[in-house]
T-cell receptor, first 114, second 117 residues
């Protein structure tokens, strides 16, 4: 089944404890992206990747890192999480980098930073 | 700069009413794409429709229809005879034609749509 998977789905952690949220897609998509969703703010792009070893900042990259060593994986790393990073996170992918392609979203990861 | 505005934060209607969700966008490009996504209470994001800037034909899919008007930079979404299954947050999004390293996909803040009991 074609899909985008994220793990974990739920995570409660404490300030400063490094964490990684994994994202994987099995559709051979070139483009992958991370978003955070916050009440009243909608979806905001954190980082995106147009292909392997190519990553760029979105609108809210501060406090996050990503890597794209393989086409299928695009992990989101929080080196020192803070409470303002408590949010719902979505990974997404699309076939090509052309803006015409719709995105396929993962199921979301709800992160709470205490 | 790109911008997507969904002015309606929340809409509530009774079942079987028609409702239109507004989406107004700004872009400097002549070639761009507009999208609608649905986020039901279960939380996943589901693609509904894509429209390119050169195709102003309205689209109908069952009870859903979309009205794209370049003159007013709007891409509105109408649900006819709304049902409980339509309850969701709906997002409008804008993307330019070729994603280069300066282009981003911009989402509106979403409109939460409720069916009143």
């Amino acid at each position: 089944e074609a899909q985008v998977t994220q793990n974990p789905r739920y995570l409660i952690t404490v300030t400063g404890k490094k964490l990684t949220v994994t994202c994987s897609q099995n559709m051979n998509h070139e483009y992958m992206s991370w978003y955070r969703q916050d009440p009243g703010l909608g979806l905001r792009q954190i980082y995106y990747s147009m292909n392997v070893e190519v990553t760029d900042k979105g609108d809210v990259p501060e406090g996050y890192k990503v890597s794209r060593k393989e086409k299928r994986n695009f992990p989101l790393i929080l080196e020192s999480p803070s409470p303002n990073q408590t949010s719902l996170y979505f990974c997404a992918s699309s076939l090509f980098t052309s803006g015409s392609n719709e995105q396929f979203f993962g199921p979301g990861t709800r992160l709470t930073v205490l | 700069a790109q911008k997507v505005t969904q002015a309606q934060t929340e809409i509530s209607v009774v079942e079987k009413e028609d409702v239109t969700l507004d989406c107004v966008y700004e872009t400097r490009d002549t070639t761009y794409y507009l999208f609608w996504y649905k986020q039901p209470p279960s939380g996943e994001l589901v693609f509904l429709i894509r429209r390119n800037s050169f195709d102003e034909q309205n689209e109908i899919s069952g009870r859903y229809s979309w009205n794209f008007q370049k003159s007013t930079s709007s891409f509105n979404f109408t649900i006819t005879a709304s049902q409980v299954v339509d309850s969701a947050v709906y997002f409008c999004a804008l993307s330019e034609a070729v994603r280069n390293r300066d282009d981003k996909i911009i989402f509106g803040k979403g409109t939460r749509f409720h069916i009143l009991p």
